[in-house]
């Protein structure tokens, strides 16, 4: 096992990653304000690992409440948030239970946003079941729902007391849910790790054959880049939203086509090709970057172009984008292979024809 | 003017007291952190005061999204949450929109939450326009919906970046509204200002009368109070409860008849009785101090005996209270007049006892 710490004052907490954790009681248990914790997970991870994870706590004298929900982007809702509401409010959920989320991305946010807004706040374990859990979003604090208008428009900045990643979980995630987590382990190389983009290009073959080393070392390099930006930047005022390398064009995929079409991380591969076109046209890359990039998300089994919705459709989502100021729309370009940068001066015909480069037609 | 502090480190705050604030551009302009505003008013104060503020506003500037909700208790929910989401992304809002919420209580924590949420948390100001959230409920951060089960369960604490309380609001304010204000002005007295209580049985009629110099000293003596408290406790592990006398019995008033029924300052009054009761039943108060209490809530113009519901009924919705802790109800009680507690020991034959001596038959 490996641990790392996000450094967040009173409110830092540790990463630990290894295989059998959920089976550490020794980890959880002195996170529990008192012994009453609701596990919040879907119906896809709930067969394989909630029954084992609730036993090992109920064996420590926990009283557990267990939430399933149904699995998928599409169900990142309000709906769905209600029904955490009142199965915690039905089973007379405190202030003093801890929520567990068990599962992905989803289940993260989802669970996290009830966490914050449960009788305005109760502790909160993340236990990230897939790779894109792992490396990013059960990290940091996002929590949030979709709104029909636009993804993770509700939402708040939440921390976790700790995150479990067991990498044991692995072993039965899908293939496209794996390579959906790879886009954004190589997001971390691209905006800020060059050597860690090298080491991908190595490596993507031993990734994608589940070599548990090779995954133990992307987790931990993914968290520690993810711990150091969070640690920086909390609430996204500043060097937080680098993060977001592809995430405006890759929201306007999700959204243009319904939530749950692709999967996020496939929308964020192709997004980001789209960004890396787009910096080229800018003058920052050349063709050779663009065809480094596309090709190692090729290797990660991701989609490298968008699909055929219009360059209209794309900036009507894009302009929804969180990350818009003064009506301007800020997208995270690359300076080089290795630097993001944020930048609001992209001229309108350079994102259109970058988008329009970058799609099926 | 007056001006207090709600000393919160980074996150401290001013609240301004007196006649004809909402004109002041001079006090709101510092506090927007871009020319976007989004005020969320309810269908009885709007025709009142949106027009004036949102035109000072935009005489300055400012690019103002009007939001105008249904008014009353009944619509704290998700459903009106909901539409206030709705109306943001709708004009296009951004993280730099500040959220202003013109209105009473149920605005303050309707608007407070969606400030806390949308996009993860956005600027926010109180401007509050009943004697109740002026003397409470928009300072110290504490906003959220009910929830069918139980009230204020889903919410945040947010704090706002500024309160504005125009006392010149209070001449429109119904002689209801002004009695259930009247209610938490009391509270301080009666949980830690034994001098502000003797104050108030002297005053009570000039307050009914709208006296402006006798309502703005209990304004601000309400808000010192309350700012201390908070302060000193902004979650609420500690002191912070104390400022629930008689709420979690009012509470029960308040669901067991259906939101809106009773107004909220009202149901305290009732049960601030109960406790009150409770309390004598338990040793510390005499009958003199009960009906000291029950005499200056009816010279408030307020209820003193809860609605004819069973005691199960009562225990039952109290049973569903934040403030329960390992399955124990942690009640507000009173070890003397001025001088609160919490107390998770009551009997509960005591609990019932004070529940039916107090209730209409």
Same mark, same amino acid.
């Given at each position: 096992?490996?641990?790392?710490?996000?450094?967040?004052?009173?409110?830092?907490?540790?990463?630990?990653?290894?295989?059998?954790?959920?089976?550490?009681?020794?980890?959880?248990?002195?996170?529990?304000?008192?012994?009453?914790?609701?596990?919040?997970?879907n119906e896809t991870?709930?067969?394989?690992?909630?029954?084992?994870?609730?036993?090992?706590?109920?064996?420590?004298?926990?009283?557990?409440?267990?939430?399933?929900l149904p699995d998928g982007e599409q169900h990142k809702?309000?709906?769905?948030?209600?029904?955490?509401?009142?199965?915690?409010? *039905?089973?007379?959920?405190?202030?003093?239970?801890?929520?567990?989320?068990?599962?992905g991305?989803v289940?993260?946010?989802?669970?996290?946003?009830?966490?914050?807004?449960?009788?305005?706040? #109760?502790?909160?374990?993340?236990?990230?079941?897939?790779?894109?859990? *792992?490396?990013?979003?059960?990290?940091?604090?996002?929590?949030?729902?979709?709104?029909?208008?636009?993804?993770? =428009?509700?939402?708040?900045?939440? *921390?976790?007391?700790?995150?479990?990643?067991?990498?044991?979980?692995?072993?039965?995630?899908?293939?496209?849910?794996?390579?959906?987590?790879?886009?954004?382990?190589?997001?971390?190389?691209?905006?800020? &790790?060059?050597?860690?983009?090298?080491?991908?290009? &190595?490596? =993507?073959?031993?990734?994608?054959?589940?070599?548990?080393?090779?995954?133990?070392?992307?987790?931990?390099?993914?968290?520690?880049?993810?711990?150091?930006?969070?640690?920086?930047?909390?609430?996204?005022?500043?060097?937080?939203?680098?993060?977001? @390398?592809?995430?405006?064009?890759?929201?306007?995929?999700?959204?243009? @086509?319904?939530y749950g079409?692709?999967l996020?991380?496939?929308?964020?591969?192709?997004?980001?090709?789209?960004?890396?076109? @787009?910096?080229?046209?800018?003058?920052?890359?050349?063709?050779?970057?663009?065809?480094? #990039?596309?090709?190692?998300?090729?290797?990660?089994?991701?989609?490298?172009?968008?699909?055929? @919705?219009?360059?209209?459709?794309?900036?009507?989502?894009?302009?929804?984008?969180?990350?818009?100021?003064?009506?301007?729309?800020?997208?995270?370009?690359?300076?080089?292979?290795?630097?993001?940068?944020?930048?609001?001066?992209?001229?309108?015909?350079?994102?259109?024809?970058?988008?329009?480069?970058?799609?099926?037609?």
């Amino acid at each position: 096992m490996r641990t790392l710490k996000v450094a967040l004052g009173a409110r830092s907490y540790p990463i630990h990653i290894g295989a059998g954790l959920l089976g550490r009681g020794d980890l959880v248990l002195p996170c529990l304000k008192a012994p009453l914790a609701a596990i919040v997970s879907n119906e896809t991870v709930a067969p394989l690992y909630l029954a084992g994870f609730s036993d090992m706590l109920r064996a420590s004298g926990v009283r557990v409440t267990e939430i399933v929900l149904p699995d998928g982007e599409q169900h990142k809702n309000g709906r769905t948030l209600d029904r955490i509401y009142d199965a915690l409010l *039905q089973n007379r959920c405190e202030r003093a239970t801890t929520l567990i989320a068990l599962g992905g991305g989803v289940i993260g946010d989802l669970a996290g946003f009830a966490a914050a807004t449960y009788q305005r706040g #109760i502790p909160f374990i993340q236990a990230p079941t897939t790779l894109l859990a *792992q490396v990013d979003s059960s990290v940091g604090g996002k929590t949030g729902i979709n709104h029909p208008l636009g993804k993770n =428009m509700i939402g708040a900045f939440y *921390q976790p007391r700790l995150v479990l990643a067991d990498t044991d979980t692995l072993k039965t995630l899908p293939e496209r849910e794996l390579s959906a987590g790879l886009a954004e382990v190589i997001k971390y190389g691209l905006i800020r &790790d060059l050597p860690f983009l090298d080491w991908l290009e &190595d490596n =993507m073959a031993r990734l994608r054959g589940r070599d548990a080393g090779a995954l133990s070392h992307a987790i931990e390099r993914s968290c520690i880049n993810k711990a150091e930006i969070v640690a920086e930047d909390e609430t996204e005022s500043g060097v937080r939203a680098l993060l977001n @390398l592809g995430h405006t064009f890759g929201h306007a995929i999700e959204a243009g @086509l319904g939530y749950g079409a692709w999967l996020h991380g496939e929308a964020v591969a192709a997004g980001t090709v789209m960004a890396a076109e @787009l910096s080229r046209r800018l003058g920052w890359l050349n063709e050779a970057d663009v065809s480094r #990039i596309a090709a190692l998300f090729e290797q990660a089994g991701l989609p490298v172009r968008g699909p055929a @919705l219009s360059a209209d459709r794309y900036l009507e989502w894009m302009a929804l984008d969180k990350k818009v100021a003064a009506g301007k729309l800020r997208l995270v370009l690359l300076e080089a292979l290795g630097k993001a940068v944020i930048r609001d001066d992209a001229p309108e015909s350079a994102i259109r024809a970058a988008i329009e480069a970058c799609c099926h037609v």
